[in-house]
């Protein structure tokens, strides 16, 4: 094998060490042996022995990459990765006009970022998706379980209560209408104990614990295989206060960021992320764009952001590798995250004219 | 700085090697600028013989010089230009992408790199039947897009055919086989990336006959997402692990004559307050032509598909030119 030791993990004081005692490429360390590579560069016999260990899996990854085994490799052509996306399911949001402009509602294995003004409704978001995610599959949904990160504390239980309710009480509706066997066995098992009981709730109070939490949970994903949706509600929270160094929080937030991508990948689950909106002010004007910097808008594949407009509430799709750019209104009621319905009294809009958003709430479960 | 090690070179035995580090000469450069005499008194070996080795090791170790009209003559025939698929974009990168070289994009986020990459994709897979690798950092890579893209080009070639059943199915087979010459590859972290390239490079020149077929371009997107959480702190192996990827992808791209089109963000500058590409100063030096994407509109409120593509740093055409692409 003929990769350099520069480009092996291996600690940098030892790397250092290696470089100057001469060595190259890894098959000279393999060729060394533990017992001349600790005589050589003076380090003990068990840290030349692991070292070569990580050497050798390195090496090993490689001949097996080349000789053609699959292996966890990720590489395939763009026809499978085609054929993969078409049978993929979205979560959907029960608003149609956003699944709409996100192309059939949040994708797996993407990370989508929900950026907002406080109070315009991102965590109703996310608490409707960790419900939605949950959908049997003869309905439409992708049947998976939820991973809720909580960082500023505003998940409320009984909201969450109310939405699954309202749920299953649609689901219900839409299986007498249709009289399927497979629907009456689906609605057994989706009850709102069920649902409750599906959501993993963790709690993070500042941003070592949201580290350590996002760091351990591929461990979780793999003993709960059915999660398909993690949620981390305010990313932004336990960045903003109290951090002096901006480069350190840079880095953080990349390392965050990749750890995301590959949890989003390996488990093939939807992440969603909700971020707050702070002010640039520029040379006459002064704006509101998401917080966190540049550098973090190149860290999610979505990015939606929701604002006010005279009491509408509006979103506006403005990063995604496959959609155009649009904006739609939403809604949310006591049952949570809804489409607008044209207002009962007709005061701006001719009177005759069908809202185009609105859709007969029974036909938007048939996808 | 390589070890002197036994069956080096003929002539260059173990007791040789033992005498000459009794005596502080470790390595191939230790031995090369060294005084040849001085050694054979102190280790008490033959001149000759020293004389021998250090030819032999010269002739192994050190760099050929070359000719320029060599030099000249190999690049024109070696050289292609892949078009982009693009012609206004075409036209700001001198007629196309340059194989050889490496060529960087850089924007904002939803600025429309991955749409132009992906654009990039299609057009060399489709129109010159080459193969690609695309190594995606950053999970944006929708192969329902590419699909789109790809068929947008072939309908727009295949418009002289006549049966139209015919057409349609020959334009799906053309799709297909598009698409099988695309591959991806998932890599999120640095040392992922620097192996999956290794690994490219060891089967490129055993020329193994796979699925691969004629490689001419990689597509790196987006590299800034590997190499930041290295950068920064007190530690310098980030800045050493960029400059060893920078050398991987230079030497693919000049050994085997291949396009790297390369993604990098862009960062506030504290400043002035203007955008500039991430990765400091010490990338700026990889990439030859570096093309900067923002669009048209810079507030997120009205949005709009125009994008402004500007040429930053060229070594053949002046800078600063504007083009306008619709995605």
Redesign the interface.
């Known amino acids: 094998m003929?990769?350099?030791v520069?480009?092996?993990?291996l600690a940098?004081a030892l790397?250092a060490r290696l470089?100057a005692?001469?060595?190259?490429t890894a098959q000279?360390l393999l060729d060394t042996g533990p017992c001349g590579l600790s005589k050589e560069i003076g380090i003990s016999k068990e840290e030349a022995l692991e070292a070569l260990q990580v050497v050798r899996q390195?090496c090993h990854?490689?001949a097996a990459?080349?000789a053609?085994g699959s292996g966890a490799?990720?590489?395939?052509?763009?026809?499978e990765?085609?054929e993969?996306?078409?049978t993929q399911g979205f979560i959907i949001t029960f608003c149609s006009a956003l699944d709409n402009i996100l192309g059939g509602g949040v994708q797996l294995?993407?990370?989508t970022e929900i950026c907002g003004a406080p109070g315009v409704g991102k965590t109703q978001l996310c608490m409707q998706l960790a419900v939605d995610v949950q959908i049997p599959e003869c309905f439409g949904g992708v049947a998976g379980e939820a991973v809720f990160i909580d960082t500023e504390g505003s998940f409320m239980v009984d909201r969450v209560v109310d939405i699954a309710a309202a749920c299953v009480q649609h689901c219900h509706l839409i299986a007498e209408a249709q009289q399927e066997e497979e629907h009456g066995k689906a609605l057994e098992t989706f009850s709102l104990e069920n649902i409750l009981s599906h959501i993993y709730y963790f709690r993070c109070h500042d941003y070592t614990e949201l580290l350590a939490q996002v760091y351990l949970l591929p461990e979780f994903l793999s003993q709960h295989s059915k999660v398909r949706l993690v949620v981390i509600d305010g990313i932004a929270f336990p960045f903003r206060h109290d951090f002096e160094d901006l480069?350190?929080r840079?880095?953080l937030l990349?390392?965050l960021?990749?750890q995301l991508?590959?949890i989003?990948?390996d488990h093939k689950s939807a992440v969603v992320l909700t971020n707050q909106m702070t002010t640039r002010i520029?040379q006459s004007q002064s704006?509101l764009?998401p917080a966190l910097?540049?550098?973090w808008?190149?860290?999610?594949?979505v990015?939606l952001?929701f604002?006010w407009d005279n009491g509408q509430r509006l979103a506006?799709l403005?990063?995604s590798?496959?959609q155009?750019?649009?904006?739609i209104a939403y809604h949310i009621t006591s049952h949570g995250f809804r489409d607008v319905q044209p207002p009962a009294v007709t005061h701006s809009r001719e009177g005759t004219e069908l809202n185009p958003r609105k859709r007969p709430r029974t036909e938007e479960e048939k996808q | 700085m390589v070890v002197l090690r036994a069956g080096l070179c003929p002539g260059l035995t173990e007791d040789m090697i033992q005498l000459l580090r009794a005596n502080g000469i470790r390595t191939v450069v230790d031995f090369v600028s060294s005084d040849l005499e001085d050694v054979a008194q102190k280790c008490s070996l033959s001149y000759k013989a020293l004389v021998a080795v250090r030819r032999v090791l010269l002739a192994q170790f050190s760099a050929f010089p070359a000719n320029g009209a060599d030099l000249y003559e190999e690049l024109k025939s070696s050289t292609a230009i892949l078009p982009t698929g693009s012609p206004s974009l075409d036209q700001l990168l001198d007629s196309g992408l340059y194989t050889g070289e490496v060529t960087e994009l850089m924007g904002a986020p939803g600025s429309g790199k991955t749409q132009v990459c992906l654009g990039i994709a299609a057009s060399v897979s489709l129109g010159l039947k080459q193969h690609v690798l695309f190594l995606d950092s950053t999970g944006g890579f929708t192969a329902s897009r590419l699909y789109q893209m790809l068929r947008a080009q072939t309908e727009n070639e295949e418009e002289q055919a006549s049966q139209v059943l015919g057409r349609l199915r020959l334009c799906f087979v053309l799709q297909l086989e598009a698409l099988q010459r695309v591959q991806v590859e998932r890599v999120f972290n640095i040392y992922e990336l620097l192996s999956a390239l290794q690994e490219l490079r060891d089967r490129l020149s055993q020329q193994v006959v796979s699925s691969m077929g004629p490689l001419k371009m990689v597509v790196l997107d987006s590299v800034s997402a590997v190499i930041y959480p290295l950068l920064g702190g007190r530690q310098s192996e980030g800045l050493a692990l960029m400059m060893q990827l920078s050398r991987e992808l230079k030497t693919l791209a000049r050994e085997f004559s291949l396009a790297v089109v390369v993604t990098n963000q862009v960062t506030r500058d504290s400043s002035t307050g203007l955008l500039k590409p991430a990765l400091g100063r010490s990338w700026s030096f990889v990439p030859s032509t570096r093309v900067l994407l923002e669009s048209k509109e810079s507030t997120w409120e009205r949005a709009s598909t125009q994008r402004a593509a500007s040429l930053a740093k060229s070594p053949r055409q002046p800078t600063g030119t504007q083009v306008e692409l619709d995605i």
Do not use: M, W
Not at chain 1, 6 to 9: F, K, V
Not at chain 1, 73 to 79: D, E, G, P, S, Y
Not at chain 1, 324 to 327: G, I, N
């Open positions: 003929q990769r350099e520069g480009t092996l993990p940098p790397r470089a005692a001469g060595f190259q000279e390195e990854g490689d990459r080349t053609g490799t990720r590489k395939c052509t763009a026809l990765l085609l993969e996306e078409q294995t993407k990370i480069s350190l840079t880095r990349n390392g960021a990749q991508i590959i989003a990948n520029g704006t764009v910097g540049e550098s808008g190149h860290a999610a594949t990015r952001i604002h506006t403005y990063k590798p496959s155009k750019e649009s904006t």
